[in-house]
């Protein structure tokens, strides 16, 4: 039963146009989401984060979208590079005291130059 | 450099064999974490240290048996271990536990295959 979803295993999208990576969620009880981003044969690194008091956060190129009625959040990747090709990771966590983080399967994005 | 460092990072093992994991963090961080990441499945947790004090054993088998010596080792014992326990085994820390803006840290990973 995965409380957290990334339908897509996988993206391609041309270099210097927009990767939208998509995550859904089953668990009310989440208050906190993160992305994060793996490179082949190297751990996961930290990407954005959000809060579910927010509908929006935004680092750079990398925003990130929460639709809490939807249980939905995305990624936004703009303009893509063919550096950002990675698996991506959804991740949430109930927040407060609670530590665990449950993730997605992950997404491949390939940006093609 | 993400300040956890994992060694081995690839190991080949036999059933019978015993092995161990180990996981250094230069992040002053105060937990640690194991997490199991097994082919097309999400990352699993396995085992929650905060400083030095087991608080989360995530019912993984006994032939996985973590030790946290200080806030900055952490290491995973394996015994006995099967076939489906091939997998990456990453370890993680983050300043504290609680959720936040305090992101966890992941190392490299480990690559196990069990014969």
């Known amino acids: 039963d995965q409380q957290v979803k990334q339908n897509s295993p996988s993206l391609s999208v041309q270099e210097g146009r927009i990767s939208i990576l998509n995550c859904d969620y089953t668990?009310?009880?989440?208050?906190?989401f993160l992305w994060y981003k793996k490179y082949p044969a190297e751990g996961p690194t930290f990407l954005i984060s959000?809060?579910?008091?927010?509908d929006k956060n935004e680092d750079g190129r990398f925003t990130v979208f929460l639709n809490k009625s939807a249980k939905h959040l995305s990624l936004h990747i703009v303009p893509s590079q063919p550096g950002d090709s990675a698996v991506y990771f959804c991740?949430?966590?109930?927040?407060?005291?609670?530590?665990?983080?449950?993730f997605g399967k992950g997404t491949l994005l390939t940006v093609n130059p | 450099e993400t300040g956890v460092t994992q060694t081995p990072r690839h190991l080949v093992m036999g059933m019978t064999n015993k092995k161990s994991l180990k996981c250094e963090q230069h992040?002053?961080?105060?937990?640690m974490y194991w997490y199991k990441q097994s082919a097309k499945k999400p990352l699993e947790l396995m085992f929650v240290?905060?400083?030095?004090?087991?608080?989360e054993n995530n019912s993984v088998p006994s032939r996985f048996s973590p030790e946290c010596p200080n806030s900055s080792h952490l290491f995973l014992h394996l015994h006995t271990l099967q076939p489906e326990d091939s997998a990456l085994y990453l370890c993680?820390?983050?300043?504290?536990?609680?959720?936040?803006?305090?992101?966890?840290?992941f190392g490299d990973g480990t690559r196990l295959s069990i014969l």
């Open positions: 959000i809060s579910s008091i927010k």
């Open positions: 240290y905060s400083l030095e004090e087991r608080v």
């Open positions: 668990n009310s009880m989440f208050d906190y």
């Open positions: 993680a820390s983050s300043q504290d536990l609680i959720v936040g803006n305090q992101p966890q840290h």
């Open positions: 991740a949430a966590s109930e927040g407060g005291s609670n530590y665990k983080l449950t």
């Open positions: 992040l002053g961080h105060n937990a």
